[in-house]
Nanobody
């Protein structure tokens, strides 16, 4: 079965950086989009960034200029480089893959931005 394994979360000070990784355990054909969502306590899950099969990217306004999404097709991995982190970035981050046959989600990784 298809599994998305996330890593890279943790505790970081405001202004710091983290890099999230999400690796797909089995090759998925006809992938349309890979992306990252996040959900803070008491808040709805929101789109953070996404990247298409043609490398077109989109970002939430709150992270533009600070976060960068990228992918490595050979490693079946999508990354989220997060710079200049703010306390409001604190959330559980979920990897997402949208393919022709459906959508897949990672298990979530906690990102906490605090002094």
């Amino acid at each position: 079965q298809v599994q998305l394994v996330e890593s890279g979360g943790g505790l970081v000070q405001p202004g710091g950086s983290l890099r999230l990784s999400c690796t797909v355990s089995r090759r998925i054909f006809s992938i349309n989009t890979m992306g990252w969502y996040r959900q803070a306590p008491g808040k709805q899950r929101e789109l953070v960034a996404k990247i298409t099969s043609s490398d077109t990217t989109n970002y939430a306004d709150s992270v533009k200029g600070r976060f960068t999404i990228s992918r490595d097709n050979a490693k079946n991995t999508v990354y989220l480089q997060m710079n200049n982190l703010r306390p409001e970035d604190t959330a559980v981050y979920y990897c997402n893959v949208i393919a022709y046959r459906g959508a897949y989600w990672g298990q979530g990784t906690q990102v906490t931005v605090s002094s």
